[in-house]
């Protein structure tokens, strides 16, 4: 089975048919769900931040998520979400295929494997490989199906995660930028994490909404954002649509495998 995560403004699985709610029960929470159907594939769509955007980045309960997506028999998942730009040639209204990350955030649960406090049966010292966090097979899926459908893509990026809920200061969006950083959002990290610890495949196509903070002389808005993603949200069902009969069956990357060696 696939997933969709659907960042701010995608809330709802227009694209899917039969839709049922589903509530999941998981060792973290309880967790709701739709699962539908595209072409005869099953599809769950998950809007990260609840059906009305009421939970902030901060307070996403990552694990129960992607506990409940793995329980149910998910393998691999699509994940959307929107982005400041830190470099001037990515440019507002376009979507970046991330490839990697740099992590930011302060104060949120980023692993399920905690040892003896473990909520979860496993309770080895776990250290994952996260050399190439995003799935290599799923990215090109995502690449090609945006090139066919005629979106500005940007084939790789690095997603800088930050706590939020506020935005970055125009000296951290320069720091940002000076490490590495392409694109700045709020909820990337633990989310490709915790895919990998439970052996899902884990991609992200990033839309940017606007340059970051500091990189222009006017205020940055959480209104603007939500207005160009609501503005977008017909070319990223568009997008799903095209990505999702496009997986091939077979699994070709080592996601499946990312615990092999990872147990001390
Ligand atoms: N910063 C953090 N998160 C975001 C931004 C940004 O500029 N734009 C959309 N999500």
Redesign the pocket.
């Known amino acids: 089975m696939y997933a969709i995560i659907g960042g701010?403004g995608i809330y709802n699985p227009g694209m899917l048919n039969e839709v049922l709610m589903r509530k999941i029960n998981t060792p973290f929470g309880i967790v709701h769900a739709m699962c539908g159907k595209l072409n005869d594939i099953s599809v769950v769509f998950m809007p990260r931040h609840g059906v009305n955007h009421s939970v902030p980045p901060h307070m996403i309960n990552y694990r129960a998520n992607m506990w409940a997506l793995k329980s149910i028999g998910v393998t691999r998942i699509v994940s959307t979400s929107?982005?400041?730009s830190l470099k001037e040639p990515i440019t507002p209204g376009s979507y970046v295929v991330l490839s990697d990350f740099l992590d930011f955030t302060k104060r949120r649960p980023l692993t399920f494997y905690e040892g003896t406090n473990s909520l979860v049966e496993e309770k080895d010292v776990v250290h994952i490989d996260v050399t190439n966090p995003y799935c290599p097979q799923l990215r090109e899926v995502v690449i090609r199906s945006g090139n066919r459908i005629g979106l500005s893509m940007v084939p790789k990026g690095v997603y800088v995660c930050?706590e939020?809920p506020r935005?970055?200061t125009a000296a951290e969006v320069r720091m940002f930028s000076g490490l590495g950083g392409d694109v700045?959002?709020?909820t990337n990290v633990p989310e490709v994490i915790l895919a990998r610890e439970l052996e899902m495949c884990y991609s992200s196509v990033a839309m940017v909404?606007?340059y970051?903070?500091g990189t222009s002389s006017e205020k940055?808005t959480h209104t603007e954002?939500l207005d160009i993603m609501e503005k977008n949200k017909e070319s990223i069902n568009k997008l799903l649509l095209d990505v999702i009969p496009s997986i091939p069956l077979e699994r070709t990357c080592k996601c499946e495998q990312a615990l092999l060696g990872a147990k001390g």
Do not use: D, H, P, R
Request: glycine residues 18%; without cysteine.
């Open positions: 701010s929107a982005v400041g930050t939020g935005f970055e700045v959002g709020m909404t606007n970051a903070a940055l954002v």
